[in-house]
C-alpha cells in the first residue's frame, strides 16, 4: 500500500511540473512564436498514405483548448480521455493533499493505459478504413 502512494506522490509531482512547464511553453508559443513556426503536416501521412496512430491530436488538443469537448473527440479520442483522467487526478489529489474531508483522491489502476492503448488503436483502425475504404479525408 505505500509503495501505492508513492507512485500517485510521484506522478502528482511530475503532473504539476508538467501543468507548470505546458503552461509556460503555451504562453510563449501564443504571444511569441505563433506567427513564425510553421504548421508542420504528418510526416507519416505524407510519405505511407495512411494516417499514424497519432493522426488528430494536435486538432483534438486544440478543440478541447477551446471548448469543443465532442470535436475534440471525433480529432482523437485519446486527448480528452487523457485529459479527463489526468484532470480528475490532479484535481482529487490537490484536494486530498490540502485536507478535504471525504476526498480520497484517485489512484492509479494499469487499465487506464490499457484503455489509451485501446482507443488509439480504434481510433487508427477507424480513420484510415475511412480514408481508404470510402476516401474520407480528416
Known amino acids: 500500500m505505500r509503495e501505492k502512494r508513492e507512485l500517485e506522490t510521484e506522478l502528482f509531482h511530475i503532473g504539476l511540473i508538467l501543468l507548470a512547464a505546458g503552461s ?3 504562453i510563449l ?4 512564436f505563433r506567427d513564425y513556426l510553421p504548421e508542420i503536416p504528418c510526416f507519416f501521412s505524407e510519405v505511407v498514405g495512411i494516417y499514424c496512430p497519432g493522426c488528430g491530436g494536435t486538432r483534438a ?10 470535436l475534440a473527440l471525433w480529432f ?3 486527448v480528452p480521455y487523457g485529459a479527463l483522467l489526468t484532470g480528475g487526478f490532479m484535481v482529487t489529489q490537490g484536494l486530498h493533499r490540502i485536507g478535504f474531508r471525504g476526498v480520497k483522491g484517485w489512484r492509479f ?5 490499457y484503455a489509451a492503448i485501446v482507443l488509439i488503436v480504434c481510433n487508427f483502425i ?6 481508404l475504404i ?3 479525408t480528416m
Open 61 to 70: 488538443f486544440r478543440a478541447l483548448a477551446g471548448g469543443k469537448f465532442l
Open 29 to 32: 508559443y501564443k504571444y511569441l
Open 24 to 26: 509556460v511553453i503555451g
Open 134 to 136: 470510402w476516401g474520407i
Open 109 to 113: 489502476h494499469n487499465w487506464y493505459l
Open 76 to 78: 482523437h479520442p485519446l
Open 126 to 131: 477507424f480513420k484510415n478504413a475511412m480514408r
